[in-house]
């Protein structure tokens, strides 16, 4: 499949998908993952290791977190270098008061919102894909 970069057509297409379970942001400081631990996400900054990880794990392995997130994968295969996606998602969310954390990844976006959000958040993304759809 040939990633996407029109804005007007990854709108149109977003098919946002819950993916299961609850998420958490946690950090390493050493940067070593603990036995157990298999992240979703993970950033190396310079005070540690950020993961994002599912909460069961982040609890087995001890590790102190916040946001406990829910995460949606918007299945729409976005090109890394497409303009706008994330501004037009995020100010839909902002409208609806829900806070969003977004990964890229090479295929896909991945956005992380207040887990007893999660669908209010796929509501609004399906209502600005139809939106886009009937432009």
């Known amino acids: 499949m040939t990633p996407e970069s029109d804005l007007r057509v990854l709108l149109s297409e977003l098919r946002p998908e819950r993916q299961p379970g609850r998420y958490v942001y946690a950090t390493v400081p050493d940067g070593v993952l603990p ?29 102190a977190y916040t946001y406990t997130a829910g995460w949606i994968t918007l299945r729409v295969h976005s090109a890394l270098e497409a303009v706008g996606l994330t501004a037009a998602v995020s100010l839909a969310l902002t409208d609806a008061g829900i806070s969003c954390n977004v990964v890229a990844g090479y295929h896909h976006d991945h956005l992380f919102v207040p887990y007893e959000r999660t669908d209010d958040a796929v509501a609004v993304l399906e209502r600005l894909a139809g939106e886009s759809r009937a432009r």
Do not use: H
């Open 35 to 63: 036995g157990g631990v298999r992240p979703v996400v993970t950033v190396r900054e310079t005070e540690g290791l950020t993961l994002v990880l599912p909460e069961a794990e982040a609890v087995a392995a001890g590790l």
